[in-house]
């Protein structure tokens, strides 16, 4: 499977985003979806994860900002981004574990302004 996030972009602080992660094939079997950012000089972070039923986990920096979700008939995985402050901006990826590998696909920048 491949993976394209898209939806980032120039946002301001306290808006929302959308960022969306089109997997090229079914994802319904696959069981664990993530997403990570990677801040200018900064390590790349798990920020929200969602498994094939539909459980969800979050980094404490994002709860209750963050929603992450998946719709598995259009083979797609989102993250909603709520009350953006200039921390978040980062490179944000989206990456699946399927078929015994762990598969990225390309990031997708997200800046915040103050």
């Known amino acids: 499977v491949q993976l394209q996030a898209s939806g980032g972009g120039l946002v301001q602080a306290g808006g929302p985003a959308e960022l969306s992660c089109a997997a090229s094939?079914?994802?319904?079997?696959?069981?664990?979806m993530d997403w990570y950012r990677q801040a200018p000089g900064k390590r790349r972070e798990l920020v929200a994860r969602i498994t094939n039923v539909g459980n969800t986990f979050y980094a404490d920096s994002v709860e209750g900002r963050f929603t992450i979700s998946r719709d598995n008939a259009k083979n797609t995985m989102y993250l909603q981004i709520n009350n953006l402050k200039p921390e978040d901006t980062a490179v944000y990826y989206c990456?699946?574990?399927?078929?015994?590998?762990?598969?990225w696909g390309q990031g997708t920048q997200v800046t915040v302004s103050s």
């Open positions: 094939a079914n994802i319904s079997a696959i069981g664990i």
């Open positions: 990456a699946a574990a399927t078929l015994g590998s762990y598969v």
